[in-house]
């Protein structure tokens, strides 16, 4: 099987695709001066660009894992936000956990995989 590279660079690539999969790499915050609601809805729109380009979807998440830089802070919020972008009976497996992320005013961080559905 081929492997597939999006966005690829020196350390990491936005997207891998290998087979039937779509991992991609963890998606923080292009403005992050927003608060976690925003951050998570800029992260969520980052994902949904991502998976378009590897030709899948939100409805086909397998698994997601989410960093947040202050879980009791900031976990129902996100956790709301997520829920309202989730699709109806789609939810992957998930993991969140609370981190010290790659620089200080990131708050949220998401890496998901996806599957490419069959047509």
């Known amino acids: ?16 695709v290998h087979g039937s999969l779509v991992y991609l790499s963890g998606q923080v915050p292009n403005d992050r001066r927003l608060d976690c609601e925003g951050q998570t809805l800029n992260v969520l ?36 936000i997520w829920s309202e972008w989730l699709p109806t009976r789609c939810a992957p497996a998930r993991a969140t956990t609370q981190a010290t992320l790659a620089s200080s005013d990131i708050l949220v961080e998401i890496m998901v995989v996806a599957a490419i559905p069959t047509v």
Do not use: C, Q, Y
């Open 45 to 80: 729109e980052k994902i949904d660009r991502l998976l378009e380009r590897a030709s899948s979807s939100r409805e086909h998440l397998v698994s997601a894992h989410i960093w947040l830089k202050d879980i009791d802070r900031d976990f129902a919020v996100m956790n709301r």
């Open 1 to 16: 099987m081929t492997i597939k590279r999006i966005d690829p660079n020196g350390r990491l690539s936005g997207v891998v």
